[in-house]
């Protein structure tokens, strides 16, 4: 079988404040296959930032430890990396995209001046190369009359075009993936659809991988291949974007789609919350993080964490002791 | 195209935003680049008190440098018994057969030219303390605000434990008199950087250090006396240990800070006259001490004004472009600190120059027959009973304007800077 782009085995990691130690990410293990887009949705909280930060060690440590685990891409870990082939890494083949725009850019430098700065890092371009293909990038990223604009500071740029120039920052060099953390959240919807359609027609013609973090389930069913549903540091559900949708094995997951609200329901129809709050992750419960929201809850739930179960015929896993009953009131 | 005015340009883009036809030459004039620099500058001379402490200042280091260059004056040989302490005179007359506007110090020297030469040493001192306690202040603040929230890289380590090791073998060096021994312990500082996995979080590990310590600072003492090897040994032992930890970036900074706070503990003049006493006096070693006394408000300030720049995002999207530690600090954080250290440098320079003068009323400061505002008042504070009022007021009134100057100036920048008065 061909190695994947991206393997990610047992990754824990911890905060540790005054307060206690943070269980952020709680032995995370997936594979991500080249030119895949992988959707990685939950609450706020439940980690998918911190393990996507992780991936390239951005995670601000101390006070963050990356306990264990092996984040293996093309096969390197890059969790064991030097320094310096690290960076190498960062933006030469990895590159990200973050949620606000607002602060993503350093105000003190104009927009041409950060996207260059990527390019002479990584692909040694002098400066009129460098300045060439930082306009060739923004008009890319659909903004119009690119050469003048690399001369503007970021106040001068909207939110949709400061994503749009992160974007372009983050496709410089060419990644084989991208991690988009929230990158519409900020935006408001018309922004956010442009978005999404540009880094999809950027996906399919360059085809790097995606991995897309969001809490919108609505923009992963748009985008993704397959989607990683997290809760409280663990995968509790991962699978195929119709399996997650049409056959849904986990409460949680149940949950969340029921808390969308839908065009074609009947007027008048209450959409469905989640009870309660996520677990503290400094003191989560024995068993399943779940427990205290679920609606399907039986003793075993209480004594031990399920491990991921393949439930489907298509890597199709659930964490969940209930799953066959949730399959069976759903038939 | 019509010239317009900068507000001007800001109502017609507005106006305009939404037909896109004009915008592209509205554009092109509004782009002469109005960086923050140029955007403060305009704040900062619109300002009453800044006007007026700019005036102050420019006007003061005008005098002082056009004096000192073009206006010759040796006080070693500025001397005249027979003009001893007389009061300003405008019209020479027979007792006073020269003009004197400030009159006479008890020597019987011009006082309006010392002041006037005066104001170069107490210029320099006021730039040059600040600017030692600007520059390791600074450097302190910045890696420690940096350091402790990003991870260290294997060669940074190396680096700050060599550069701790020999600042800690410092004190067994100059105990034994010995200075190889600060070599010797910043190669066991690198060396337990090198080695940060060998029996890493083991007791074996501490006492492994502490012996090699214990070695270093024994072992060579012994040449120079039994006792001083058991002081030296003792000491190497401790550093040893010290060394053997894994030292971090949050343990730098913190290591850092407590020393700050040690400093900032004394009373900053008190800690000044002991450095003087310890350096011995002159201008030179005044400066030194004033400059060391303030390193701690640098260090803070730089400090915390970096903790909340390295959380801002594009830092986070600098080091996922993978760029390097040094260029974050100087190119992406270092900019966005500018304003307050600014800020702080101006204010400093006034409060240097009122310590200056402080070590020079008490004697610490300029070598007598130099002339230097606080010098002179202490010189003259003796006469003000017999009625010399004005060897004292005018060094005085000139130490009051600089620092009223620096004072109003720096008040100006903050305003100027601070953008939350951006409009």
Aim: aromatic share 8%; with cysteine; glycine share 10%.
């Amino acid at each position: 079988m061909e190695q994947p782009l991206l393997e990610i085995k047992d990754l824990r990691v911890t905060f540790h404040t005054d307060d206690g130690t943070v269980h952020a990410v709680n032995g995370v293990s997936y594979k991500l296959e080249k030119g895949e887009v992988l959707g990685i949705v939950g609450e706020s909280g439940c980690g998918k930032s911190v393990h996507a930060l992780s991936i390239m060690r951005l995670i601000s440590i101390p006070p963050g430890r990356i306990d264990s685990g092996e984040v293996l891409f093309y096969g390197k870990d890059l969790l064991k990396l030097e320094f310096e082939e690290l960076r190498q890494v960062r933006g030469g083949q990895i590159a990200m995209v973050f949620q606000d725009p607002m602060t993503s850019l350093n105000p003190a430098y104009t927009v041409g001046f950060q996207i260059m700065e990527a390019l002479t890092v990584h692909k040694k371009l002098d400066q009129n190369q460098a300045r060439d293909r930082s306009a060739e990038l923004l008009s890319l990223v659909g903004i119009p009359d690119a050469r003048r604009r690399l001369d503007d500071y970021p106040h001068q740029f909207s939110g949709g075009m400061r994503q749009r120039a992160m974007i372009a920052m983050a496709l410089s060099c060419e990644p084989s993936l991208l991690i988009a953390d929230e990158p519409t959240t900020a935006l408001d919807v018309t922004i956010q659809a442009q978005i999404v359609d540009l880094v999809k027609r950027l996906q399919r013609d360059y085809g790097m991988a995606v991995m897309w973090i969001t809490h919108d389930l609505g923009v992963v069913a748009e985008l993704a291949h397959k989607i990683n549903v997290m809760y409280a540091g663990y995968i509790i559900e991962r699978g195929h974007v119709k399996d997650i949708f049409k056959r849904t094995r986990h409460p949680y997951t149940l949950g969340l789609l029921g808390s969308l609200p839908r065009l074609d329901e009947a007027p008048g129809t209450k959409l469905v919350s989640i009870p309660g709050l996520p677990p503290d992750l400094v003191a989560l419960p024995k068993g399943c993080p779940f427990v205290a929201r679920c609606t399907y809850v039986t003793d075993s739930c209480l004594e031990s964490m399920p491990p991921l179960e393949n439930v489907g015929d298509r890597d199709h896993l659930v964490a969940c002791w209930n799953w066959a009953a949730i399959a069976e009131g759903a038939a | 195209m019509p010239t317009l005015t900068p507000a001007s340009i800001m109502i017609e883009r507005k106006m305009t935003k939404t037909t896109q036809s004009d915008i592209a030459t509205i554009d092109y004039a509004v782009r002469e680049h109005r960086s923050l620099w140029v955007d403060a500058w305009r704040r900062l001379v619109s300002s009453r008190t800044a006007q007026a402490g700019l005036f102050i200042v420019s006007f003061l280091i005008l005098t002082t440098v056009l004096a000192h260059f073009f206006w010759e004056y040796n006080p070693k040989t500025d001397l005249d018994y027979t003009l001893k302490l007389k009061p300003p005179t405008l019209i020479p007359n027979e007792e006073v057969p020269s003009v004197h506007i400030f009159g006479t110090d008890k020597l019987g020297r011009d006082i309006f030219r010392r002041v006037v030469h005066g104001g170069w040493n107490t210029l320099m001192v006021g730039i040059i303390a600040v600017t030692i306690s600007l520059v390791i202040g600074g450097l302190l603040g910045l890696l420690a605000g940096f350091f402790e929230s990003i991870e260290m890289t294997r060669l940074e380590k190396i680096l700050l434990l060599v550069f701790l090791g020999g600042l800690m073998g410092f004190l067994p060096a100059w105990i034994a008199e010995q200075p190889v021994q600060i070599v010797l312990f910043a190669l066991l500082g690198g060396a337990a950087a090198m080695f940060e996995n060998f029996l890493a979080g083991r007791s074996a590990r501490v006492v492994l250090f502490a012996a090699v310590g214990l070695l270093i600072g024994g072992g060579l003492a012994l040449f120079v006396s039994p006792y001083t090897a058991i002081v030296t040994g003792l000491l190497g032992g401790l550093i040893g240990a010290a060394l053997s930890l894994q030292l971090g970036g949050s343990l730098f900074s913190n290591i850092t800070m407590r020393a700050m706070d040690i400093v900032l503990a004394f009373p900053s003049y008190l800690l000044a006259i002991a450095i003087v006493a310890f350096l011995g006096t002159g201008l030179e070693k005044g400066m030194v001490a004033i400059g060391i006394v303030s390193i701690p408000v640098f260090a803070r300030l730089v400090r915390s004004s970096v903790l909340s720049v390295v959380q801002k995002e594009y830092i986070l999207a600098a080091q996922s472009v993978g760029e390097g530690h040094g260029r974050i600090i100087f190119r992406h954080i270092f900019p966005n600190v500018l304003s307050p250290i600014t800020v702080q440098t101006t204010l400093g320079i006034g409060s240097a120059i009122l310590a200056a003068a402080a070590l020079g009323f008490l004697g610490l400061g300029a070598v007598p027959p130099e002339p230097e505002w606080g010098a002179m008042l202490g010189d003259s504070y003796k006469y003000l009973s017999s009625g010399a009022w004005w060897a004292v007021v005018f060094p005085g009134v000139a130490i009051m304007l600089i620092v009223l100057g620096f004072n109003l100036l720096g008040d100006g920048l903050r305003d100027a800077l601070d953008p939350k008065m951006k409009v």
